[in-house]
């Protein structure tokens, strides 16, 4: 790029020149590119050592005069391609205009003067162009690109100096973070170190400190084990290795490319040594913690944060903490845990206004809600700026004059009527008012017995409390509340409290009438019957049946609502098998709507990826329980690990939260507990159950007998405050012996395990939770590998290890896409969510399109065609996508890749054969109008060779009935023997058809012309070329002599079918026996040594020609003269050659693949060449090298010869 002037006193010491003239000076650094010594070496190593190489150019133009002793820096490249264009560009604009200059001075002046335009054209033209990050920041990214051969749409974050341990010597050099590479490089005394490790590779990330590695990082992968040490700040920069790992399992779950936050404010400045990605990575780990904290949506940004102080009143002082405000709620924490937070959704403030300033309370900021509560801010250091960021966001957001209980509505400017006329779910049904349980007890008589006094004592605590500390999402939450929710939360108000602690109750308000649209949508007359909605009605009937809110249809209407309306919303997780037994407890207590919204905030906050496909999140969950037993219960563990009883008890305590475990009204109080607390309260009971148990498991001495202690005591954990009836509890009916053992109090349970595990904390738990995920994900590839590769055994000939390595390659050009997507040539035409599907089996999830088949094909294809592999690649890939929606699957592919590697020479021929004939060949690679034709006139005669023809039979039945012109009596009789016939006829047509040789249609000239060219490209490269290309030659000069006879004998027969033939006319070999008997030949029609047959090999010729082989020409066709015994001159063939290409083809000129196979066979080096056993070992080997032949071909202008000066 072209550079502001600057003085360069001495040119020489750190820098050689390469081209120069009187007035230019062109250098190369030393220590790139070849040569050096002693001193490029140095140099090259304080570069990199020092990181001088990503200010400093390797390629620099000086600005020199005869006279002056200074130099003048004008231009500098990172590439000897780009410093040679600006050369090129000085000596054709400026060399000649200023040789004519008499004065150094006006040299000197001109020169500046040019540059300094040039310069200021290339900032108006980037003017347009986002430049957030500095400039040190570019040329890094810049140098990655260059030395590990990244595009550009791999962005890098960060860069920090460290040392990298190969082996127990340290590389001190520099480690590159971008968004879906780990990169390190050294250069010290002309060793070079290279690395470059995928995210989603990595199954562990661990910062230690040991005597060997010092405060160092370890990133493990499937194969090894990485070693960086010696950071400046290591914390910051394994946070970001933590973020950078995080975002790679996402997109091995969800395949979803990382996308930056265009919504980030811009900064004031550029800000040094950060760059725009890695604020948007600092900004996304501060809006997770802030949502996580208060329990909110997953679109609310943190603007902003300070420290003050919030007057409670509740306690009469002065509470510190920090407020935090974004986009949509204000809201406070303490400082001290557990002693106050509050969350005011900006729905909820109706004035914001700066209270008097005093010296006890200096600028207090008063912050008054709808409905007259007022809370009080102080201590704030910028208050103007706070106020009127706060101003700013009231006017964003709505006005919800229903407040925090607002009614479902429907879509504007509907009426009340239309939308309760005909919909599946409006403010009639009984479910949408009232929770199933109310409904169920609203004519019982009222219980004055000492429960039912118990519960109301309960109530009466808490309309204190909301006394006290307010009542709905404004209330004050301190130790107090957390220590009610523990003692229980009567069951009058568990739906309303439920709402408030997981937050569903701010994201129904601001979606109103959200859910009854959405019922509409799932369950219209138009939706369409899916494999979810079939689980949904197999379990509805499953969901506590025990229970007889859901003996009737009311329930069990309300409960298929809420989920078929989940699975519209997030088809993603669509519907697991726990998530029935969850919402049939949340339609217990909550109405119809609410319970959803409930089901909204479990799902994808609080218990993230529990109901996915692959129930991640339990299984990570369930590797935190495992090294949570391991840190608090040791021996226990030992001995729970050697049985495998963790992994079996807990994943069903997690899925269900303890619903499906233990009796009903023991279980809802741990609901409660979660509502408020999350995650961490399930742990402590968890680890609570194996506490008390420790006794009784350390003596069994199988997996059943430990699974036995352990439901024996869940099953007696009862809730004796209840005031309701005790549910039965289906696996206590089940599991209870004759000495049952003590019963349980659920309370004692819980206030166990916050007195022996009360310690966990949260974000100890989200670190643990990281650590495992990392692991289940890459267990869950694994799994997902070794399931494809046992399938495919038996439908292939590859090997376990050809397979697992195939599968890898096929995985990674699908994943290519998910980094880069279809701008770069690594990427695809499609999107990588479009192509995977996570309900398919595993042999289907992960499908390419042409354009990654074909970058496979190229690697790992045995036929390499020169310029037609492409072609073929295409064609290939539309036999194998039988289905015809432009994808590709492992098992397809597989298919295709075995026949040509393992299959006989007949199978080979065969596909080979199928790739020149429609449907491989597209309309758009027809030569001419005549195939053109046939490709479209021919489909229905050709389709049974490929995909069999559906229904045919059933179309031919319907038609000889509508013939017989029957009236409906008389064909009464006859239906049911015509419905078992049709389901004969369509049990054989699903069953696999084998194609013979027989089915394949016939080839016409210009498709056989399109098969010699692709075998003339196909030999070029092989050992045994010239006898290929000399056997080729004579059967393909067979193979026309064959068509031609086979053309003018069905010419001849249909005008005189009686003619009768010599048999001595014909050789055996010349026409194959299953097309024409020799004895049926007419003399005549024998294919004389004359210019016909001469075209017929002068098109021989030209096909060889046309594959760019002209250098073999004179070979073939001594070849063709003595197969044939025509004496032919060079120039007559080449004069029949340029015939050829005006002349239309033959239109009843065909062969058919017996004749093709019978030709080939004849020649002993085509069999031999398609009965080759090829490896696929190495193809693999060089697929895997591909990228690093790229990263070196991509910097390997630095290390072109030097030009001459």
């Not at 404010?265 to 904290?293: F, G, I």
């Not at 924490?333 to 209270?355: F, G, H, T, Y």
């Not at 024998?1086 to 047959?1093: I, K, L």
Request: glycine share 6%.
């Amino acid at each position: 790029m072209w550079l502001p002037q600057e003085e360069v006193l001495l040119a020489g010491p750190l820098w050689v020149s390469e081209r120069a003239n009187p007035f230019f000076i062109l250098q190369r650094r030393r220590g790139h590119g070849r040569g050096g010594g002693l001193s490029g070496l140095l140099v090259g190593t304080l570069d990199v050592v020092l990181d001088s190489s990503a200010r400093v150019a390797p390629y620099r133009i000086l600005l020199q005069t005869a006279d002056a002793q200074i130099y003048w820096t004008i231009a500098s490249g990172s590439s000897r391609k780009e410093i040679t264009e600006h050369w090129d560009w000085l000596e054709s604009n400026l060399l000649q205009t200023i040789s004519i200059f008499d004065n150094d001075e006006d040299v000197t002046t001109f020169v500046k003067g040019k540059i300094s335009g040039l310069i200021a054209e290339e900032n108006r033209l980037k003017q347009g162009e986002e430049q957030e990050d500095c400039g040190k920041f570019r040329e890094a990214e810049l140098k990655m690109r260059r030395l590990f051969g990244m595009p550009e749409e791999e962005k890098l974050v960060n860069y920090y100096s460290c040392s990298f341990w190969k082996g127990r010597v340290p590389r001190q050099g520099w480690l590159y973070l971008s968004v879906n590479h780990l990169c390190f490089y050294s250069f010290l005394l002309g060793k070079e170190v290279t690395l470059v490790v995928q995210w989603s590779e990595v199954t562990q990330l661990e910062k230690n400190a040991t005597l060997v590695f010092p405060e160092s990082v370890r990133v493990s992968t499937r194969h090894t084990e990485y070693f960086f040490s010696m950071f400046l700040n290591i914390n910051d920069t394994f946070k970001l290795m933590e973020q950078l790992a995080n975002i790679a399992m996402r997109q091995l779950l969800d395949n979803e490319a990382f996308a930056a936050d265009r919504s980030l404010p811009k900064p004031c400045k550029t800000l040094k040594n950060v760059s725009a990605l890695k604020r948007d990575l600092d900004a996304r780990a501060k809006n997770e913690r802030y949502r996580t904290m208060f329990r909110l949506t997953q679109d609310e940004r943190l603007d902003g944060h300070t420290d003050c102080t919030l007057w409670a009143p509740f306690a009469k002082m002065h509470v510190v903490g920090q407020l935090f405000i974004s986009n949509n709620y204000i809201c406070f924490n303490s400082r001290e845990e557990d002693l106050c937070q509050l969350i005011i959704p900006l729905r909820e403030v109706s004035v914001v206004e700066k209270a008097d300033s005093s010296s006890f309370l200096p600028c207090p900021v008063s912050i008054s809600t709808k409905n007259k509560t007022n809370f009080l801010f102080a201590n704030l250091k910028d208050r103007d700026f706070l106020v009127q960021r706060i101003s700013d966001f009231l006017q964003r957001t709505p006005d919800s004059s229903g407040g925090e209980t607002s009614p479902l509505i429907g879509p504007p400017g509907s009426s009340s009527e239309t939308i309760l006329r005909g919909r599946h779910y409006h403010t009639a049904l009984p479910t949408a008012s009232q929770g199933l349980l109310r409904l169920y007890q609203s004519g019982a008589p009222e219980d004055l017995g000492p429960k039912a006094m118990k519960e109301k004592m309960k109530e009466e605590a808490w309309n204190i409390h909301f006394s006290e500390f307010g009542r709905g999402v404004c209330m004050y939450r301190t130790s107090r509340t957390r220590d009610l929710v523990l003692n229980g939360i009567p069951e009058s108000l568990r739906g309303e409290l439920w709402m408030l602690f997981s937050g569903a109750q701010n994201e129904m308000a601001s979606h109103p009438g959200y859910y009854g649209d959405l019922v509409e949508a799932a369950m219209g007359r138009g939706s369409v019957v899916s494999v979810v909605t079939e689980e949904i009605e197999r379990d509805l009937h499953r969901s506590m049946p025990e229970h007889r809110a859901f003996q009737n249809q009311t329930g069990i209407s309300a409960l298929r609502r809420v989920l078929t309306a989940y699975a519209h919303r997030n088809p993603g997780i669509g519907y697991c098998q726990a998530m029935n037994i969850v919402t049939s407890v949340l339609l217990l207590f909550s109405p119809e709507e609410e319970a959803f919204w409930l089901l909204v905030a479990l799902c994808e906050r609080m218990l993230p990826d529990y109901y996915n496909t692959r129930v991640t999140g339990a299984l990570v969950d369930q590797g935190v329980f495992e090294e949570l037993t391991r840190a608090f219960l040791p021996h226990l563990y030992e001995h729970m690990r050697d049985l495998g009883v963790i992994s079996t008890i807990s994943l069903s305590w997690f899925l269900t939260l303890f619903l499906s475990v233990m009796p009903f009204d023991s279980a809802v109080l741990l609901v409660d507990c979660f509502f408020y607390e999350g995650i961490k309260v399930t742990f402590q009971v968890a680890l609570a159950v194996l506490y008390d148990n420790m006794d009784a498991l350390l003596s069994c001495s199988d997996e059943g007998e430990a699974m036995t202690v352990l439901g024996r005591y869940l099953d007696n954990v009862v809730n004796k405050q209840t005031v309701a009836p005790p549910i039965p509890h289906l696996h206590a009916l089940l599991t209870s012996g004759d000495d049952p053992p003590p019963e349980i109090d659920v309370f004692d349970l819980i206030k166990s395990s916050y007195e022996k595990f009360g310690s966990l904390r949260s974000d100890v738990i989200e670190q643990m939770r990281f650590k495992q995920r990392l692991k289940v994900i890459q267990s869950l590839e694994d799994t997902a590998k070794r399931s494809v590769v046992r399938a495919m055994m038996t439908e292939s000939a590859f090997s376990i290890e050809e397979l697992e390595e195939l599968y890898c390659l096929f995985k990674a050009q699908h994943m290519a896409s998910c980094y880069w997507g279809s701008n770069c040539s690594w990427g695809s035409s499609s999107s990588a969510a479009q192509r995977h599907d996570p309900s398919l089996p595993y042999l289907e999830q992960y499908r390419i399109d042409p354009l990654q088949f074909s970058q496979l094909f190229s690697s790992l294809g045995p036929w390499t065609c020169g310029g037609r592999t492409p072609t073929l690649s295409a064609r290939l890939f539309r036999i194998l996508d039988q289905n015809q929606d432009g994808l590709v699957n492992f098992k397809e592919f597989i298919t295709g890749l075995s026949g040509m590697y393992h299959g006989d020479m007949t199978e080979k021929l065969k596909l080979l054969y199928k790739l020149h004939l429609p449907p491989a060949v597209c309309p758009e690679e027809a030569e001419s109008a005549l195939e053109a034709t046939h490709f479209f006139t021919g489909d229905e005669a050709q389709d049974c060779s490929f995909l069999p023809a559906a229904g045919s039979l059933g179309k031919q039945e319907v038609t000889s009935g509508e013939e017989d012109g029957g009236t409906e009596e008389r064909k009464g009789p006859e239906e049911k023997k015509d419905y078992r016939y049709y389901l004969r006829m369509w049990a054989k047509e699903k069953e696999p058809k084998t194609e013979t040789i027989k089915d394949l249609p016939r080839m016409n000239q210009e498709q056989f012309i399109d098969v010699c060219k692709t075998l003339y490209n196909m030999f070029s490269e092989d050992p045994e070329e010239q006898q290929l290309y000399h056997s080729i030659a004579t059967a393909a000069s067979l193979l026309l002599r064959i068509g031609e006879v086979g053309k003018r004998f069905g010419n001849k027969k249909s005008e005189a079918p009686s003619t009768e033939v010599s048999p001595t006319q014909v050789s055996p070999t010349e026409v194959s026996p299953t097309e024409v008997s020799p004895s049926e030949v007419p003399p005549s029609e024998v294919p004389p040594t004359d210019h016909q047959g001469v075209a017929s090999e002068a098109q021989v010729c030209q096909a060889l020609a046309d594959a760019q082989l002209e250098s073999h020409l004179e070979g073939v066709r001594e070849d063709v003269s003595s197969s044939s015994s025509i004496s032919l001159q060079d120039e007559e063939l080449v004069l029949m050659g340029e015939k050829r290409r005006g002349s239309e083809l033959d239109a009843d000129w065909s062969i058919s693949f017996e004749q093709v196979l019978a030709s080939l066979l004849t020649e002993s080096p085509l069999v031999h060449y398609f009965e080759r056993k090829r490896d696929i070992r190495t193809k693999m080997a060089s697929c895997k090298a591909k990228r690093a032949v790229e990263r070196q071909t991509s910097s390997a202008s630095d290390h072109d010869l030097h030009l001459s000066t």
